[in-house]
């Protein structure tokens, strides 16, 4: 092994290495901006299992955000040279979910419950509203008005761990002691307030993120046992980001680290820009205090940034002194480039006094720079808000640059969504004039402008609504101007709008939707031409369709008229969710500063700032946590300016070439904007001369140019399943439609039934395999828990399939209760690395262990089962013994599909010949796929059962 860590650890500079190897003890990694530090934690915990300092198993590592956890994993599978076993990577929020599930019984939760959303927490309160005892926050002119300010504050209290009786004691010692009724009427409510809102949680079996990390608190602070269990387990614990964890989050780490203290945290205070997601800098200002034997490696070398470049945000940064880990550790964080790039103009500020001005002069640049062979995704617009880049958005349109918002919401706002929406509206109440004309306006109808305003019009003049216009429009043509084809293709239209109509009671929203979006031609018209445009909107597409199977999931009326005052009230809530992201396509980033954190650009123009704009006002909460309560250290009073300047810092630190600092001096009319004092702070020197004006609207591409936007779908496969092997094999371009292009399926509730077995087999398993006692009734209960109704074509399906499966379930245990097996591994996870940079991932439901030390291998199937000869040759059985040999490093003897439709057990074996002969038929697969080749299947039998026959533009049923 020391070989092979020589080898692993090549390449990396000393204090690096010193970060990687760390052996036991805390660690506290100071990481600049471009110095590597998402390498070392990924190696760290690679090095961790390759020296056999702990199982893969045995490791936690915890981040921010669910992008930097899978970026986490995909570096983990880079640096593994096998395949391995789950490592617990994951933000705070789904490591204390997944412990929740798996122990919350014992501090009497419902493990059950169901996880809000801001945007579902806002409306669970306005849908509960009046069962709260308010005066103060229930204004009579607008009683609604202070919901998410009352949600601010619950979620501020949940982030510094103060629970509902901490706030009643605290209003209770308060009224005791103040002489300010008011003020203490007012905290009264709030705690009040508090104290109902998580009782109607509990109530209605949900929990709001804030919670997870309470509930996980109070589990491992009460049931000493199950914390010394995960104690036992985890023996390294390693935090990414760490300046962006909140106090609950590190209370939770230090009831989760072991006597050996192996806890390693990386972060950059320089880099702490989420106070207003609860993040708390003095988490990582006070690790020392905390751990004072703790080891401390500070990371200085830049990868990303000429020298130039980080002596401009470094003299920025240094205006946040004394407050920095820099002076309060003594350490010497200015960071060195490894880069000899970079000179005087490697940071450039322009002034200019319109913000057209401003937006024409960087669409010139970048015109210019992609004239020079640069690529349009090396660059980024950055600005503080998200408005902020209007001006810029304007003048990109113009001059055909294409663009793309990185992390940035708007999905209803976008014209396909809005499409969808007016549809629904218009089901919803037929008399809606407007979303009946923005339906019959689709371009795909291809019916005149001139013909419709013909027909507006007349609704009009006689007082009518427009479909019941267009509905007689046979008989009114004597008095319209209309061609014959329009009004044959609008009558098409109405019979269909007119059959939908009739079904909205009867059928779903995601059903009513789906027909619509096939039967209209709408999917089919956006897949004919595969553009950057028409892919993007296929995937917002499908971003909406989730967003109703998700509401269908948890409500019993799943009908158009419920999912619609459903969205009504979370547009009022203030949802409007993030659009769908092409990755790796050739266009301009547009981000905030915030979204850009983490991302790297080689030219990178920071946009609009002005005093007022960067930094932005501050403005205070509506409804603060009182400082009693805060149990976090309280930052200093200019804790706003220090936090827009690190953001400021963050923004500069993108850039690996150059860097443009841009301003307008009239970004309203009434007021002469100042330069921002950040600008200021970076620069030696900063010119007070404007720009002169350009002449607005004479830049633009050649045709010739333009072509280049035409997209050549990219392909990132670095996780490949059984699923999408089978779905490949089935049909290449189905595969291409589902897992590349994003097309949206309704549920199959095949499917939800298997899922809903899985889930409840696994639970009454987990008892067996701790040696609990268990009986029908615990296994039924767990049944009843896991239900999913999702894909059930009626109420009357659903029922009669729950009921089958309640007797396939009487009668599994009755046949298995002599002997329930010895189960080792349940819901097992494996990745086998299968071509460098592609990994084979699934899990397997349940391993046995048989007498004399052998292993059987066991899935579950809901169905009957087919003939044998096929269970011998099934590839899925096969993939698990590969998954065997190469992550659990033992060879099953048994192989077994159980058939809860027959309860009977079909068993097999598998030779290493297999093994080999499935690994060669994934990675001809896999080659296949990177190779972008998706012919269809051309065959009359599997199109007429594919799902997507009636969009497919290959299909021959």
Request: glycine share 4%; charged share 30%.
């Amino acid at each position: 092994m020391a070989g092979g860590t020589k080898k692993f650890l090549r390449g990396l500079n000393l204090e690096q290495k010193q970060a990687i190897t760390h052996k036991n003890g805390p660690l506290l990694i100071v990481a600049g901006a471009g110095t590597g530090k998402t390498r070392v934690i990924t190696d760290r915990i690679a090095y961790l299992i390759l020296s056999k300092s702990a199982k893969s198993s045995e490791i936690l590592a915890l981040t921010f955000t669910e992008k930097a956890a899978n970026e986490m994993l995909e570096r983990v599978d880079t640096a593994m040279p096998l395949g391995y076993e789950e490592i617990w990577i994951s933000t705070f929020h789904s490591f204390c979910d997944r412990i929740l599930r798996e122990e919350g019984l014992a501090i009497g939760l419902n493990t059950a419950y169901k996880i809000l959303s801001q945007i579902e927490q806002w409306h669970f309160i306005r849908k509960n509203f009046f069962r709260f005892s308010l005066e103060y926050y229930r204004p009579l002119s607008n009683p609604t008005q202070f919901i998410h300010a009352l949600l601010s504050l619950f979620n501020r209290a949940k982030d510094n761990d103060v629970t509902p009786e901490e706030f009643l004691t605290y209003s209770r010692e308060l009224e005791a002691n103040s002489p300010d009724e008011e003020e203490t009427r007012r905290i009264k409510e709030l705690a009040s307030a508090y104290q109902s809102y998580q009782d109607m949680l509990l109530e209605e079996n949900c929990l709001d993120f804030g919670d997870l990390q309470s509930f996980a608190l109070r589990l491992f602070r009460t049931r000493k046992n199950i914390r010394r269990k995960y104690q036992e387990k985890f023996k390294y614990i390693l935090v990414d980001e760490f300046q962006d964890t909140n106090y609950a989050q590190n209370e939770l780490l230090k009831l989760l680290v072991n006597p050996k203290k192996n806890i390693a945290v990386c972060g950059d205070d320089d880099q702490s820009i989420y106070k207003f997601r609860g993040a708390s800098i003095a988490n990582i200002n006070q690790f020392t205090k905390m751990y004072p034997e703790r080891k401390r490696v500070v990371l200085i070398k830049n990868y990303r940034s000429p020298q130039v470049l980080l002596n401009h945000a470094y003299r920025l940064i240094k205006n946040n002194n004394p407050e920095r880990l820099e002076v309060k550790e003594k350490i010497d964080k200015k960071l060195i480039s490894a880069s000899t790039q970079g000179n005087k103009d490697t940071v450039e500020f322009k002034r200019f006094e319109t913000p057209e001005n401003e937006a024409e002069w960087v669409s010139d640049k970048i015109i210019s720079l992609h004239k020079k062979g640069i690529f349009y995704q090396d660059i980024a617009v950055l600005a503080r808000n998200n408005n902020y880049l209007n001006s810029i958005i304007t003048s990109f349109r113009f001059h055909d640059i294409p663009y793309r918002f990185v992390g940035n919401r708007g999905l209803y706002d976008q014209e396909e969504i809005r499409d969808l929406i007016a549809y629904l509206k218009f089901l919803m109440n037929p008399q809606d004039d407007i979303a009946f004309f923005a339906l019959l306006s689709l371009p795909l109808f291809k019916i005149e402008m001139e013909s419709l305003l013909l027909l507006l019009n007349f609704a009009r003049r006689y007082n009518e609504h427009l479909y019941s216009v267009v509905k007689n429009i046979a008989h009114l043509k004597e008095n319209l101007t209309i061609a014959p084809e329009t009004i044959k293709k609008i009558e098409q239209i109405t019979n269909f709008l007119e059959s939908e109509i009739n079904l909205i009671k009867k059928k779903s929203a995601s059903q009513i939707l789906k027909e619509f979006l096939e039967e209209s031609g709408y999917l089919k018209e956006l897949l004919t031409v595969e553009t950057i445009e028409n892919v993007r909107k296929i995937q917002n597409i499908n971003l909406f369709f989730k967003k109703i199977l998700q509401f269908e999931t948890g409500n019993p009326d799943k009908s158009v008229l419920a999912f619609g005052e459903y969205l009504d009230l979370m547009q009022e809530a203030g949802d409007n969710p993030a659009q769908a992201e092409v990755e790796d396509i050739e266009v301009v980033n547009l981000s905030t500063v915030h979204s850009a954190k983490g991302l790297e650009f080689s030219f990178v123009f920071m946009v609009d700032l002005a005093e007022g704009r960067f930094p932005f006002y501050f403005r205070r909460e509506e409804i603060p946590l009182p400082d009693p309560l805060i149990k976090e250290e309280i930052s200093p009073e200019d804790m706003h300016i220090q936090e827009e300047r690190r953001l400021f810092y963050v923004g500069m630190t993108r850039a690996k070439k150059r860097l443009w600092l841009t301003a307008s001096s009239s970004y309203t009319i009434a007021k002469n904007w100042r330069i921002s004092r950040f600008v200021k702070e970076s620069l030696e020197k900063v010119a007070a001369e404007i720009q002169t004006k350009l002449p607005l609207r004479t830049l633009s591409l050649s045709p010739k140019e333009k072509k280049k936007y035409f997209f050549d779908l990219p392909i990132t496969l670095k996780n490949f399943s059984y699923t999408q092997f089978k779905d490949y094999e089935r049909c290449p371009f189905f595969y291409k439609l589902k897992h590349i292009i994003g097309v949206p399926e309704l549920p199959n509730s095949s499917y939800s039934f298997g899922q809903t077995i899985h889930l409840t087999l696994k639970e009454f398993y987990s008892l067996i395999k701790n040696k609990e006692k268990v009986n029908v009734e615990k296994l039924l209960s767990f049944y009843e828990k896991n239900w999913i109704n999702e894909g059930y074509l009626s109420k009357e399906q659903e029922t009669e399939q729950k009921i089958k499966g309640r007797v396939a379930l009487e009668d599994f245990y009755c046949i298995n209760n002599s002997n329930f097996g010895e189960p080792v591994y349940l819901e097992q996870f494996f990745k086998v690395n299968l071509d460098q940079d592609v990994f084979l991932r699934g899990r397997i439901d349940r391993i046995d262990k048989l007498p004399g030390g052998k292993y059987e291998v066991i899935d579950y199937k809901s169905g009957n089962p087919p003939a044998r000869k096929n269970i011998d040759r099934e590839e899925q059985l096969s993939i698990y013994a590969l998954a065997c040999e190469e992550v659990l490093k033992f060879f099953p003897e048994i192989l077994s599909f159980y058939y809860l439709g027959t309860n009977e057990k079909i068993s097999t074996e598998r030779k290493s010949s297999d093994l080999k002969a499935i690994k060669e038929k994934l990675l001809s697969v896999i080659s296949q796929i990177k190779r972008k080749e998706f012919p269809p299947i051309g065959n009359q039998r599997d199109c007429k059962k594919c799902s997507y026959r009636l969009i497919c533009p290959k299909s021959i049923s």
